[in-house]
């Protein structure tokens, strides 16, 4: 972990919008295929919330669909998450990660920015 640094977290009201932002992968922006965001919510596992590749496609997980948003302009720009109407369910860790071309785990990791939301 350590390569990437995720920004924007912060404490929000349930309703509320926050926008995480990652930069690219130092040097190996044209490594890169997939770069997503995940998040571990106390006491739970952590889960996939959103990722994008190289060529726009994206995926959500369910409970996030229609809320969050996830973006990137191209491999060499950072990778942004729109979160809306947060819930306090989204309270956690967000995490930034990347995974190079021919690789099925993320391989390049963030530290994480916490995101808390109040009711």
């Known amino acids: 972990q350590g390569q990437l640094v995720e920004f924007g977290g912060g404490l929000v009201q349930a309703g509320g919008s926050l926008r995480l932002s990652c930069p690219a992968v130092?040097?190996?922006?044209?490594?890169?295929?997939?770069r997503g965001w995940l998040r571990r919510a106390p006491g739970k596992e952590r889960e996939r919330v959103a990722a994008?590749?190289?060529?726009?496609?994206?995926l959500y997980a369910g409970s996030v669909k229609g809320r969050f948003n996830i973006s990137l302009e191209d491999a060499k720009n950072p990778l942004y998450l729109q979160m809306n109407n947060l819930q306090q369910g989204d309270t956690g860790m967000y995490y930034c990660?990347?995974?190079?071309?021919?690789?099925?785990?993320?391989?390049?990791w963030g530290e994480g920015t916490q995101v808390t939301v109040s009711s």
């Open positions: 994008v590749n190289t060529y726009g496609s994206t």
């Open positions: 990660a990347a995974r190079d071309y021919g690789v099925v785990e993320y391989n390049y």
């Open positions: 130092s040097g190996r922006s044209s490594d890169v295929h997939w």
